[in-house]
C-alpha cells in the first residue's frame, strides 16, 4: 500500500502508536459480539484532543495527524462515538464550557453521535453515553440524552441496540453552525470513511490471495483482480483527496471549504463501494456474519449519514489550488 | 409473437387474485429458526388445502399442473398480493428436491416424499457446496462407501440453507473412490435426523439463520435413498439447477418489479430530481427484467444456460433497488425494518448459487461461443 | 444469439427477406465513405407500409413485425430518415394527404428526421429529402425543407454533412400529438436502437474470438468475456422489452403506454453503452475510423435524439401486464 | 505532510500566468497533417524563444531544470490559460524521446536531437506497438539485421501518432535473431526521410488522423542511432514509458479538471436537479484526481507502477465528463464543435498506453501483489 510515502516523521510516529493501541484494544473481530464499544482507551490515548494545543490540554498535533488516526479509526470500525467526542470538545470549548470539553477528552464524559430523522434524533450507537452529539442540515448540537425518553431501536444483523429520542430544545448544552467546525467535521467522518474503504480493500485482497477456487487463488482470476483494482482507485482517491482537504484546513487555506466539499461527496461512496466488493470477493462467507467485511458495509452507512456537506457547486473551483496568488503590492 | 390469455385464463387469474387477497398473512414471515419453519410450513399448508401447492408438479404426483401461462398469471398475483416470498424454507422441497424426484426417483421415493412436501409437512434443504467447492461444485470431496445396503457417508458441506430445521437434505457426494470432477458423484435422500449429522448455523450478514455448516460423521443412509443410479449424481443435479434457475425465478422476479412499486409509492420524489430519475430508470429496467423472465418462461425449447442472462439482470437489480431503498429511507435505514433487512439480504443475490462473476463466464462462454477460461 | 427465439414462421420469413435485402444494398461498411444512404432500396422493399393494410398501399404486417425490421434497420446503421419516413407516411394520412403518404411510401419523396434546438431545426441526415419530420417535445412536425434556408454543419468524424435550418410555422405540412403516434414513434427509434446494442456485441465477439494476444483469442480473458456478457444482458433486456411494447401496442392493450415509456428509457444508455464497451474490445482497431463500431456509437447519439418519451413515473405500473382482469359482468 | 509555497514560488507563478495571457494562441489547434505541424512548433519555438520549452529537463541540456514543485505551477497556471493541449505532435519529443535521449543517449545524439527538440525544430514519433503486439508489445517481430555499420530494418508498426509529420522516430525493434520477448531489443533513432519507408495515415474516429502505420522496407539506419547498447532496448523504452506516466500526466490531468469547471459553466444546472448531481460528483472527482496527481508527483521514491492509479483514473473520469457534455449539448452535440470531436478522442484514453484492462491488471498485481495472470 502506499497511502503514507507522503507522510513524515512525525505523522509516522503517532500512526504507529495508535496502530498498536487499536490492535490491542479494538480488533476489528469485537465487532461480532455485537457490544458497544468502550471508548475509554481511545480516550486514554489523547484522541480527543489530539490537535488541541497542550495549553489546552491536548497533546499539539494538528488536524492532519488527527484526520490520519480517524482514518486508523475507520480501519478498525470504532464507534461514531469517536466523532462526537472529536468534535464534541471542540463544541464544547468553542461555547464556553471548557470543564465539558476537559471531561471529554479524558474520557470522563462520552459523548454519542445523533442523527436528525424527522421530531426524532437517532443514536446509532449510544453506548454509554449522557450527552449526543446532533448532526443536523449544517450544525452541530450538543444536546443531553434524557434517559427516560429514550427507547430502544433494533439494528440489522449483529449490531448493539440504537437508541431514538424525541427532539427536544430544553437538552441542548451547546450548538454551532460555523464553518470551521463542520468542516472538521466532514474531514473527519471523510478520514474514518476513508479507513473502512481501505480495510474493506485489504480484507478482500488478503482473502484473494489464499483462497483457493479452480485449481488457484481467486486472486488470479481477473474478475477478482479488477474489482481489487477498483477498491484501490477509490481508496487512493479518496486518501489523497483527504491529505488536501487536511493540509488546506489545517493551513486555512481559502480553498478548504471546496477540497472538503469534494472529500466529503466522495467518501460514503467509495465506503460503500468497497465494502461492497470486499463482500463479493469473499464469496459466501462474506454474506455471512462471521466474516468482518459486512461491518465495514454497515458502519459504512452510519457514518454516511453524519454530517452535511456544502453542496460543492456552491463553492469556487481553485484552478491553483495548492495555492493562492498573493496580489502584488 | 403472440401473448393473449382466454376468458378461462381471466377466471383462473380472478380465482387466483381473490383467494390470495382472503388468504395471504398479514405479518411478514419470521427469518429463521422454528418460528420460520412453522410459519412456512402452515402458509404452505393453507395453499395445499385450497389446491395451490406443487401449481407447477405434474396432475399425478398430486401438484395442479398448470401450463406455462397459468404459472405466469399465479405468480403475478401472488407477488400482487405481496404474499411470502418463495424463497422461503420450503423453497428447496418445492423447487428442487420435488422436482428432481419426479424427474429421477424412485417409485417408493416419490410415494413417500411428494405427499409431504406438498401438505406442508417436511422441509428440505440442499447439500451441495463445501468449503472448498462453491463455485467450483464438482471438486467436491463428502464421500459416501458403499457398505452393504447403505453408504456410509463422511465430510462436510456449507451454505446448506435452513439445514438446522429440515427433515431431509438433497445431497451430493462422491461415491466411487477416485472419482475426478464429474464423476463418481451421486444424489442421496439423507434423513436430518441421522446419527453423525452436526448442523452449524451460520448468521448471515441480515442477522437471520439460512445458512448452516452440516458435518457428516460415519452417517448412514440406505441405497435406497440413492436417486437416479448411484454414480450419476451429476446428472441428477444439473436437472435440480436447471429447475432452479427458470420456474423457481419467476417468483423472485415478480416480487422485485412489486416491490419498485412500493419503493416509488414510498419515496414520491420531485420530478426532475436526481431520486426521480433513479427510480424512473429502476422502474424501466423492472418492466424490461419482467418481460426477460415472461420470454425466458415462454422459450422452447429451454437450455441450462438460457436463464443466466435474466438471473443477472434480476440479481444486481435488486441490489440497486434496496440500495435506493436505503437512500430514501434515510437515517431510518440504519436500523431493523423490511427494507433495511432485505437490503442486507440482497447482497447474497451475486453470490449464492453461482456468483455474478460465473454467472458472466456462462454467458460469455455458452451463450456467445467465447473461448473457456482455461483453469489449470 | 436467443433474440428470435419467440419469433413466428411469419416473423421469420419478413426477417429473412429484409436480412437479405440489408446484406445486399446496406452493409456496414458502406458508412465509411460519408455519404448519405439512398433509401430507395428500403422503401421499394416496402418497409414504410409494411404495417399498413393492404388497401392502404401497405403490406399488412402489424407493428411487430415493423418493430423487428427496425431493428435491423438498427443492424445495418441506416439513416435516421427511415424513421421519418415510416412516421411520416402515417402522419400525412392522418392528416388527410394521402397522396404524399403514397409517395412517401413508394419512396418517391423522402422525408429526413429533424430535432428542435431551440430556434432552429436539426437535420442530422439530410440526404436528399424535401420534407423533415421534426421530433419536437411530445409533437412530431412534417416541414418542408426551404433549401435556401438550409445551412450545413460538420459532424464529427466521417459522417456526412449536416443541415440546420430555422424553425418557421409556414413550412409545417401536418403535424401530431396523438399519443399513437407518438408511441410509435418511441417504438421504432428503440427498436433502432436496440439494432446497434446486438450488432456493437456481435461485433465484439466475433473480434475477440479472433484477435490473439498473450497467445490466446482476447475472448479467453475474463475482463473481455465480462464486457461481451454485460452487452448481452443489455441487448436481451431490450430485446425483451421492445417485443413487450411492440405487442402490446399493436394489441392495444392499457399498459402500452407504460411499456413503450420503459422501452424508450433503456434504448440509449444500453445502445451507448454496448457500442462503448464493442470500441473498448475492439482496442486500438475500435479506435480507428476504419473499424465499424464508431459507427454504432454515433448513430446511436442520433437516434437516442429522436422523440421524448413520457415520463415512466407519470404511468400507471401495470403489476400484472400481460392481462387485465375484466370486470365481472 | 506539507504543501507551501515561497514568495518567489509566487513569483514564479505570476510570471508564468502573465507570460501566457500574452501568449496562449486563441485558435483551437487543428487536429491533424501539416496545420497541426505548424501549429504545434510554432507554439513551442514561441514558448523556447521566452524559456518555456524543455521545462523539466535538465539546465545542461537547454531545458530549465525546474523542480516538481514549479513544474506543478507551471502546469496549473497552463491549464488555467486554456493552453494548446501537452499532447499535440510535439509531446513524444518532449516527454519520451528528449528525456530518454538525456538518460541513455550518446553525446553526439543528445547534441544533435536535443536543441531541435528544444527549439521546436523537429517532430518525433513513437514506433513500439505493432498490429500483433497492442498489450502484449514484447511479442513484436519488426527486426533490424546488423550489416556492418547499420541496421537493416523489416517490418510494420502500427498507432505510430504523427508518423504523416515526423522527423524521426523512437523505434523499438528485435535486432538479435531469434530471440524472445524482452530480449534481443533494441531502441534506435530513425530519420523518417529514410528510403524505404512507408507510412499510412490512420484516421480516428474523430475524423482526426494522429495515427499511421509505418512499414519498413530494408531501411538503414546508422547503428550510431542506437540509443543505450544493442540488444537493450525494452531497459531504455521502460525508461521512456516511465516518463510518460508521470510528469506528462500532470498536463493532462489539470487540462481535464479545468474543463470540468468549463462544463459547470455550459450547463449550469438547477439545483437539486440529476444534472447538478452528476456534476457536483465530477467535480469532486477531479479534485481527487487532481490530489493524486500532486501525491503521484510529489512522491519519493517513484516507482513504475505508480502512476497507475491515478492514470486509470484519470482515463475513466475523462470519459465520464465528455459523456455529460454530450448531454449538456444536446442535438449540438451531433454537430462537430470542440466538446463533441474531444468526446469521441476521449475514448482513446482508456485504449491507447495500455487498456484499462492491462492498467488494471497490473494495479492488482504490482500495487495489490496478487498473483499474475497465467499466460500460456
Redesign the interface.
Known amino acids: 500500500?502506499?497511502c503514507d510515502?507522503?507522510?513524515?516523521e512525525e505523522?509516522r510516529q503517532i500512526i504507529d502508536a495508535a496502530v498498536g493501541m487499536l490492535r490491542a484494544h479494538y480488533p476489528v473481530a469485537r465487532r461480532r459480539k455485537g457490544k458497544p464499544d468502550d471508548l475509554s482507551e481511545a480516550a486514554a490515548f489523547g484522541t480527543f484532543g489530539l490537535a488541541l494545543t497542550e495549553e489546552e490540554g491536548g497533546a499539539g498535533f494538528s488536524l492532519?495527524e488527527e484526520a490520519l488516526v480517524h482514518v486508523l479509526f475507520g480501519r478498525h470500525v470504532i464507534s461514531s462515538g469517536s466523532l462526537a467526542m472529536a468534535l464534541g470538545a471542540r463544541l464544547a470549548r468553542a461555547a464556553g464550557q471548557g470543564d465539558l470539553a476537559d471531561q471529554i477528552i479524558a474520557g470522563e464524559t462520552f459523548v454519542c453521535a445523533g442523527?436528525?430523522?424527522g421530531d426524532t434524533v437517532?443514536l446509532?450507537e449510544p453506548g454509554e453515553a449522557e450527552i449526543a452529539l446532533v448532526f443536523g442540515a449544517r450544525e452541530l448540537e450538543l444536546c443531553a440524552i434524557d434517559a427516560v425518553a429514550v427507547r430502544k431501536?433494533?439494528?440489522?444483523?449483529?449490531g448493539a441496540a440504537?437508541h431514538?429520542m424525541p427532539r427536544r430544545a430544553d437538552g441542548m448544552i451547546a450548538g454551532s453552525a460555523e464553518q470551521p467546525l463542520l468542516a472538521i467535521a466532514d474531514l473527519l467522518v471523510s478520514a474514518q470513511l476513508l479507513g473502512i474503504a481501505e480495510a474493506a480493500?485489504d480484507l478482500a485482497?488478503t482473502y484473494?490471495?489464499v483462497r483457493?477456487?479452480?485449481?488457484?487463488?481467486i486472486?488470479?482470476?481477473?474478475?477478482?483482480?479488477?474489482h481489487?483494482?477498483?477498491m484501490?482507485?477509490g481508496a487512493?482517491?479518496?486518501s489523497?483527496?483527504l491529505?488536501?482537504a487536511?493540509?488546506a484546513l489545517r493551513?486555512e487555506r481559502e480553498d478548504a471549504g471546496?477540497?472538503v466539499?469534494?472529500?466529503r461527496?466522495?467518501a460514503p461512496g467509495i465506503a460503500l463501494t468497497n465494502a461492497?466488493l470486499s463482500?463479493?470477493v469473499h464469496?459466501?462467507i462474506?454474506?455471512?456474519?462471521?466474516a468482518d467485511?459486512?461491518h465495514y458495509?454497515?458502519h459504512a452507512?452510519?457514518l454516511s449519514?453524519l454530517g452535511a456537506a456544502a453542496?460543492?457547486?456552491d463553492l469556487p473551483?481553485p484552478?491553483?489550488?495548492?495555492?493562492v496568488?498573493?496580489e502584488?503590492n | 409473437m403472440q401473448i393473449s390469455f382466454s376468458p378461462q385464463d381471466h377466471a383462473f387469474r380472478r380465482t387466483a387474485r381473490e383467494w390470495l387477497l382472503a388468504n395471504v398473512p398479514r405479518d411478514r414471515a419470521p427469518h429463521s429458526g422454528r418460528p420460520a419453519r412453522d410459519f412456512a410450513l402452515a402458509w404452505l399448508a393453507r395453499c395445499h388445502a385450497a389446491g395451490w401447492s406443487g401449481i407447477s408438479w405434474p396432475d399425478e404426483y398430486g401438484g395442479r399442473g398448470l401450463s406455462q401461462e397459468r404459472l405466469i398469471i399465479w405468480y403475478e398475483e401472488y407477488a400482487r398480493a405481496r404474499a411470502p416470498s418463495v424463497l422461503d424454507c420450503t423453497f428447496v422441497a418445492l423447487n428442487h428436491a420435488g422436482p428432481t424426484l419426479i424427474a429421477c426417483g424412485s417409485d417408493e421415493q416419490k410415494a413417500f416424499h411428494l405427499p409431504r412436501i406438498l401438505a406442508g409437512q417436511s422441509i428440505w434443504c440442499q447439500g451441495f457446496?463445501e468449503p472448498?467447492s462453491?463455485?467450483?461444485l464438482a471438486?467436491l470431496g463428502t464421500n459416501g462407501r458403499v457398505e452393504d445396503d447403505h453408504l456410509v457417508v463422511n465430510g462436510h458441506k456449507?451454505?446448506t440453507s435452513f439445514a438446522d430445521i429440515a427433515d431431509y437434505q438433497e445431497l451430493l457426494i462422491r461415491t466411487e473412490p477416485g472419482s475426478k470432477r464429474h464423476q463418481g458423484l451421486s444424489w442421496v435422500i439423507c434423513d436430518m435426523k441421522s446419527e453423525g449429522i452436526t448442523v452449524r448455523p451460520?448468521?448471515?450478514?441480515?442477522?437471520a439463520v439460512h445458512?448452516a455448516e452440516v458435518f457428516y460423521d460415519n452417517v448412514r443412509i440406505p441405497l435406497s435413498n440413492v436417486v437416479g443410479d448411484l454414480h450419476d449424481g451429476w446428472r441428477v443435479a444439473m436437472n435440480t439447477l436447471a429447475f432452479e434457475r427458470k420456474i423457481a425465478a419467476i417468483g423472485l422476479q415478480l416480487e422485485l418489479s412489486v416491490k419498485v412499486e412500493d419503493l416509488i409509492d414510498l419515496a414520491s420524489p420531485p420530478r426532475g430530481s436526481s431520486m426521480a430519475d433513479r427510480l424512473a430508470t429502476l422502474r424501466a429496467e423492472a418492466a424490461a427484467m419482467r418481460a426477460m423472465t415472461y420470454r425466458t418462461m415462454l422459450r422452447d425449447p429451454a437450455t441450462s444456460s438460457d436463464g443466466s442472462l435474466v438471473r443477472l439482470c434480476f440479481a444486481e437489480l435488486a441490489q440497486r433497488v434496496h440500495r435506493a431503498a436505503?437512500d430514501i429511507l434515510?437515517?431510518?435505514?440504519?436500523?431493523?425494518g423490511s427494507w433495511?433487512?432485505d437490503y442486507?439480504e440482497s447482497?447474497?443475490e451475486?453470490?449464492?448459487g453461482g456468483?455474478?462473476?460465473i454467472q458472466?463466464n456462462i454467458i460469455a462462454e455458452r451463450i456467445l461461443g467465447l473461448p473457456r477460461?482455461r483453469?489449470?
Open positions: 500500500m502506499t510515502l507522503n507522510h513524515g505523522q492532519v442523527i436528525q430523522s437517532l446509532p431501536e433494533a439494528t440489522p444483523g449483529q440504537a431514538r480493500r485482497v484473494a490471495q483457493q477456487q479452480f485449481g488457484q487463488p486472486g488470479g482470476f481477473q474478475a477478482i483482480k479488477h481489487c483494482a477498483n484501490a482507485i487512493e482517491m479518496l489523497c483527496q491529505d488536501m487536511a493540509i493551513d471546496f477540497q466539499a469534494a472529500l461527496r466522495l461492497r463482500i463479493q464469496g459466501g462474506g454474506f455471512s456474519a462471521e467485511a459486512h458495509l454497515k452507512h452510519v449519514r453542496d460543492i457547486l473551483a484552478l491553483a489550488p495548492l495555492s496568488v498573493p502584488r | 457446496s472448498g462453491g463455485s467450483d471438486s456449507i451454505w451460520i448468521e448471515n450478514m441480515a442477522g445458512f436505503m434515510g437515517p431510518d435505514a440504519l436500523v431493523e433495511t433487512h442486507l447482497y447474497s451475486t453470490i449464492a456468483t455474478a462473476e458472466r477460461t483453469h489449470p
